[in-house]
């Protein structure tokens, strides 16, 4: 991992641990995939639910770019919070109809291989509960423009639960691969103040610059990959050619070092 490498592992041949979540949070490592986390059959089945609900997919534009999801994200919503609690439950009119909830499978796929003490839905003191999971679609065409996720710079002013993790994962499950492009390049280098000389005004993310001569990892997935980065790298995604590109994605959020208890939201 010392050339910052895309390490791949099958979850029927050895379960991880939280060494390889050290390594991420470290950035040692660029991207983990797991495969078989989840069965064909189930990812089939997840993409034919999502696709059944496409017209409750909605476009949040920016100068320079498209975001086309279901379910809420909440770095829209910082602002106003109560909308994004409001549609937090979004995503579970969309897999009702699921024999297996994919969401729930991979929670817990990701809590045994990665031997976490638990890993629950994000909640507010209130009682609140978080959005589980958004899912995104890249049309043909559609690239999303370098940025990175930060949700404890971000929420800082905020009372929010999430403002005082102390480490984030991201964690995307591969509903289908497009045709062509639509590869995530992720890039060894996390956000810090004096980038923001570079942020794009009105638009989504930060000039080609911030990431001048820093060392990237480039990654397709596949469908069926379930696949973690440190969000906090900057990281953008190809344009995506022929079919969407559709994924299931949330967030791991650590209070603690130690990596052993995780919260999830989106």
């Known amino acids: 991992?010392?050339?910052?490498?895309?390490?791949?592992?099958?979850?029927?041949?050895?379960?991880?641990?939280?060494?390889?979540?050290?390594?991420?949070?470290?950035?040692?490592?660029?991207?983990?995939?797991?495969?078989?986390?989840?069965?064909?059959?189930?990812?089939?089945?997840?993409?034919?639910?999502?696709?059944?609900?496409?017209?409750?997919?909605?476009?949040?534009?920016?100068?320079?770019?498209?975001?086309?999801?279901?379910?809420?994200?909440?770095?829209?919503?910082l602002a106003q919070p109560d909308r994004y609690f409001e549609d937090a439950r979004v995503t579970d009119e969309v897999f009702s109809g699921a024999g297996r909830d994919p969401r729930l499978l991979a929670r817990e796929g990701l809590r045994t291989f990665l031997g976490l003490r638990s890993c629950a839905v994000a909640r507010e003191a209130d009682g609140r509960m978080y959005a589980d999971s958004v899912v995104r679609i890249h049309a043909d065409g559609v690239r999303n423009p370098l940025h990175n996720d930060n949700i404890m710079r971000d929420a800082a002013d905020t009372?929010?639960?999430?403002?005082?993790?102390?480490?984030?994962?991201?964690?995307?499950?591969?509903i289908q691969e497009c045709d062509e492009g639509g590869e995530l390049i992720h890039y060894r280098k996390a956000w810090d103040l004096d980038d923001e000389a570079y942020k794009i005004k009105d638009g989504l993310g930060y000039e080609r610059g911030?990431?001048?001569?820093?060392?990237?990892?480039?990654?397709?997935?596949?469908?069926?990959?379930?696949?973690?980065?440190?969000?906090?790298?900057?990281?953008?995604?190809?344009?995506?050619?022929?079919?969407?590109?559709?994924?299931?994605?949330?967030?791991?959020?650590?209070?603690?070092?130690?990596?052993?208890?995780?919260?999830?939201?989106?």
Not at 39 to 59: F, G, I, K, Y
Not at 216 to 232: A, E, H, S, W
Not at 235 to 261: K, Q, S, Y
């Open 159 to 174: 009372s929010l639960v999430v403002r005082g993790l102390r480490h984030q994962l991201s964690c995307i499950v591969c």
């Open 1 to 77: 991992m010392r050339d910052w490498d895309c390490v791949t592992c099958s979850v029927e041949h050895r379960a991880l641990g939280p060494e390889m979540l050290r390594a991420l949070v470290q950035n040692e490592c660029a991207v983990l995939v797991l495969r078989d986390l989840m069965s064909p059959a189930l990812v089939e089945e997840t993409r034919r639910l999502v696709r059944a609900h496409d017209e409750r997919a909605l476009a949040t534009r920016y100068a320079n770019g498209t975001l086309t999801t279901i379910g809420p994200y909440l770095a829209k919503h």
């Open 210 to 266: 911030v990431v001048h001569g820093v060392a990237r990892q480039v990654f397709k997935p596949r469908t069926g990959d379930v696949y973690l980065i440190n969000p906090t790298n900057y990281h953008e995604i190809e344009r995506v050619r022929g079919r969407d590109r559709v994924t299931m994605g949330f967030f791991l959020g650590f209070p603690a070092d130690g990596l052993l208890d995780a919260i999830v939201w989106s």
